[in-house]
Nanobody, 115 residues
Framework: QVQLVESGGGLVQPGESLRLSCAAS????????MAWYRQALGKERELVAG???????KYADSVKDRFTISRDKNKNAVFLQMNSLRPEDTAVYYC?????????WGQGIQVTVSS
């Protein structure tokens, strides 16, 4: 059974940085795409960043030039380096791995940006 497990969240002040990690287990296949989504309280889940196995990246406009997504394709792991964090980045962040058959999700991890 495929499982995605996030780590690295927490409480930081505006302008600080965090690095999220997501490790997948239970799959013998390398995911073609891995991504990070987030959901703030009272809002819909939104795509933050995605990366293909070939290294193509996509970012939400709100995080461009501040966040960087990377992956270790050999280990089905994906990372999100978040710099210059803002209060509006506060949300539960989810790791995602879409496939043809289904989309796998992590359990989510809280990121809170507050002074």
């Amino acid at each position: 059974q495929v499982q995605l497990v996030e780590s690295g969240g927490g409480l930081v002040q505006p302008g600080e940085s965090l690095r999220l990690s997501c490790a997948a287990s239970g799959s013998t296949l390398v995911f073609n795409v891995m991504a990070w989504y987030r959901q703030a309280l009272g809002k819909e889940r939104e795509l933050v960043a995605g990366i293909t196995i070939g290294g193509e990246r996509k970012y939400a406009d709100s995080v461009k030039d501040r966040f960087t997504i990377s992956r270790d394709k050999n280990k089905n792991a994906v990372f999100l380096q978040m710099n210059s964090l803002r209060p509006e980045d506060t949300a539960v962040y989810y790791c995602s791995a879409p496939t043809v058959k289904q989309t796998y999700w992590g359990q989510g991890i809280q990121v809170t940006v507050s002074s």
